[in-house]
């Protein structure tokens, strides 16, 4: 289904660890719409993760960079503008963690230090990405940067824990960041809320398939896969979309704007019929 409507553009995407990441699927159908990309992660998850595999396919390179370090995000955008013989058009923004869930401390016990921590690493990395291609001016007017978040930044989700703070302080940093780059350069900024999809960091949340399920039996058209995601972040990153900015777009199929599914009242009322 590619119509090259990234034909010409280049793009910074963070995150693929493995083949199931959310930025995986980015980079395989950006490069399928005829962009050319960076792909970047930190040096630890490129020991770990499969992503030369990823560069190979999309014919792209790998640089690495920690989202909390500036220096490693200078470098970063530095050496993308030399190898993609320009500035940059867009930026996928698909990090996240919670050393908190990670070590299944619940939200009114948290550990501060690891609070701060995957703050750093989930919401203020988010500005720092934008900061590094603000200082350098790295970005082409009309660009696109695009940051990944979860619908417990509006509405409290059991177990989701810290990583809700974190969601709300990123959506938080499009719209102020993206008031004065828009200004500025003409940059958009938007989250994309996405639903729950099966990856090492939506599996990481205890209670996860729990998630999964009820907001696939709440959602007329179910949960949004990462392959669709890939398809909405593509259209963010598009000319498309030029007016977009400081949003945060729902991508889930209609789960948030639902209150009761005919499939949750059959859970719930022993006599209940579902219509034919
Ligand atoms: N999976 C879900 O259910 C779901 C739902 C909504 C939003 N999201 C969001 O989507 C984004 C991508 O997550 P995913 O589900 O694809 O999982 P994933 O585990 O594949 O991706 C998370 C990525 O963050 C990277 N990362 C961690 N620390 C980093 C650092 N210091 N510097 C650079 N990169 C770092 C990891 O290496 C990994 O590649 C996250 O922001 C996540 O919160 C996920």
Sequence with gaps: MANGILKGKKGIIFGALDNKSIAWKVAEFAHKEGAEIVLTNAPIALRMGTINE????????????????????????EKSMEHLGGKIDFVLHSIGMSVNVRKGKAYYEQNYDWTQKGMDVSAMSFHKVIRAAWDLD?????????????IAAQRVFHSYNDMADNKALLESIARSFGYHYGLRRK???NTISQSPTLTTAGSGISGFDGFYKFSDDLSPLGNASAED???YCVFLFSDYTKKVT?????????FSFMGMSEEAMAIYMKDFRKEE
């Design 138 to 150: 790295a970005l082409n007017e009309g660009g696109s940067i695009v940051g990944l978040s979860y």
């Design 187 to 189: 940059v958009r900024i």
């Design 54 to 77: 990823l560069a190979e396919k999309t014919n792209s390179i790998v640089i690495p960079a920690d989202a909390t370090s500036m220096e490693d995000l200078t470098n970063l955008y």
């Design 246 to 254: 400081m949003q945060n777009l729902f991508h889930d199929g209609g």
């Design 229 to 231: 995601c890939a398809q």
